[in-house]
């Protein structure tokens, strides 16, 4: 039989991810947290969560750097401390997964209990709809159009113009809400699921809008127009690359037998996360292929050949210097310089070798974020720590 993909993606992402109400207090109203120990700013918990998860999301217009946490709200560094937001100053739930700057200025933020907003003064609802923006929420992006795109654990995706929700990858939602996606053709989703669990939404450098999906769905591309979809090959599933097949004896899962990756087809069919570098070239953050580049003809795949890991990637980032920086599960952070790898590790200075994101700022400095409540900062030459 079959494993449930489901409720394999819910299990695998319950410690992966990280994971906003009416005007609330302001930052002049709010206590400011004392953050520096021994003279170094940190990240402090307030919340009492034993472990939880560090993301490092984005550096706003002005300068700030923001990273969400699984229970401990998010944190903002001007540079010199942090401060803490949580339920109590207006966020709508404690567990963040993903925060954006809007057009307008506006911090948004997707919680496990739907979406928010941050002026620079205080947190309201993202809108006065009673909608899909407070339901559980996995991933954010506003396009070049204004739209925001977001994924809601269950069901799909879903694209707020301002004024209508429209949800998209979910066979169970009504046929007008996407009728040119061909949801009744011979293709079913993935194994049975009937909707995809998207964690990372990229608007490329061509106006596409990519979604990964942590549920067994690939990648998909909107064009504006239609969606089309990116799968592994017949060999993926025929020699249970995926790791998922067991015998009707319920035995232990056979192992799996790994074949050379096809440029035609993509590696993995869970994805994590999606980047783009500057000459175009997505790059896929995979569960167990390594990570996987695609240059709008031919797939990519880097693996243990490469001298790299061949499990769980979580970010990919390209830095300023052309350098593609990789953050995994047990294996702390690789960098890529087009040639060869070399690998951080705690050896070095890393806080902790499981790393889910990567950001670098304005001053070209790379920002770390792993499990354990982990954030180290890598400035070329040495990391620091900045959390407890």
Not at 81 to 92: E, P, V
Not at 167 to 184: G, H, V
Not at 363 to 387: A, E, I, M, Q, V
Request: hydrophobic residues 30%.
């Amino acid at each position: 039989m079959k494993i449930n993909i489901q409720i394999c993606a819910l299990l695998l992402l319950f410690n992966l991810v990280t994971s906003c109400n009416g005007q609330v207090k302001t930052d002049a109203q709010k206590s400011e947290q004392k953050t520096n120990v021994g003279g170094q700013p940190k990240i402090i918990r307030t919340q009492g969560i034993v472990s939880g998860n560090v993301h490092c999301n984005l550096q706003d217009k002005a300068g700030n750097i923001w990273f969400s946490t699984s229970g401990e709200g998010v944190y903002r560094y001007d540079g010199k401390s942090f401060i803490n937001f949580t339920k109590k100053d207006g966020l709508r739930d404690n567990d963040v997964r993903a925060i954006i700057e809007d057009k307008a200025g506006n911090i948004v933020f997707g919680t496990k209990s739907g979406i928010c907003k941050y002026d620079g003064k205080s947190f309201s609802t993202y809108t006065e709809h009673n909608d899909a923006s407070k339901k559980n929420i996995s991933s954010l992006l506003e396009d070049r159009e204004g739209n925001l795109w977001f994924g809601v654990w269950g069901e799909g995706v879903y694209c707020y113009d301002g004024k209508i929700f429209t949800n998209f990858l979910n066979n169970d939602a009504p046929e007008k809400d996407f009728p040119s996606f061909p949801q009744k053709d011979n293709q079913p989703f993935n194994l049975g699921n009937h909707d995809q669990l998207i964690l990372d939404i990229l608007q490329d450098q061509k106006g596409n809008i990519w979604f990964s999906s942590w549920n067994g769905g690939g990648v998909w591309r909107y064009d504006g127009k239609s969606f089309k979809n990116y799968l592994p090959s017949a060999d993926y599933y025929l020699g249970n690359e995926d790791g998922r097949s067991i015998d009707k004896k319920n035995q232990p899962i056979e192992p799996p037998i790994f074949y050379n990756s096809s440029q035609d087809s993509i590696s993995d069919d869970m994805i994590f996360s999606i980047s783009e570098d500057k000459a175009g070239n997505l790059w896929f953050a995979t569960r167990r292929h390594g990570a996987c580049r695609y240059d709008g003809k031919s797939f990519v795949s880097f693996r243990e050949q490469e001298g790299f890991v061949s499990r769980g990637i979580y970010s990919i980032l390209e830095d300023k210097k052309g350098n593609i920086w990789l953050t995994t599960e047990e294996d702390g952070v690789w960098c890529y310089d087009g040639k060869s790898f070399k690998n951080f590790t705690t050896k070095d200075g890393l806080i902790c070798d499981s790393v889910f994101s990567v950001l670098e700022d304005k001053n070209g400095d790379l920002w770390f974020g792993t499990r354990g409540f982990g954030l180290s900062r890598y400035d070329g030459k040495s990391f620091t720590t900045f959390s407890e």
